[in-house]
């Protein structure tokens, strides 16, 4: 055989399913809406505290009495 599907009933890419009722496509398209929810949040959240650990170390290592004697 050479690879090539000519004659064949079989279709070149039977992985690839598109049903022919759409409303199967309901829970596919609720669960990634779901997903890019999740991952704004987590990336929110992740923001947040990235920011409150940036201020405690700032607050750490550079006390606002160093900060004035600079300038």
């Given at each position: 055989?050479?690879?090539d599907?000519?004659g064949?009933?079989?279709p070149?890419?039977?992985?690839l399913?598109?049903?022919e ?10 669960m ?12 929110v ?8 650990e ?14 004035e004697?600079?300038?």
């Amino acid at each position: 055989m050479t690879g090539d599907m000519e004659g064949s009933d079989r279709p070149m890419m039977e992985f690839l399913y598109f049903p022919e009722d759409k409303s199967e496509y309901i829970p596919a398209v609720l669960m990634l809406i779901l997903f890019i929810v999740a991952a704004a949040v987590t990336m929110v959240v992740i923001i947040k505290a990235s920011r409150k650990e940036e201020k405690k170390t700032e607050e750490t290592f550079y006390p606002k009495d160093h900060k004035e004697s600079e300038h």
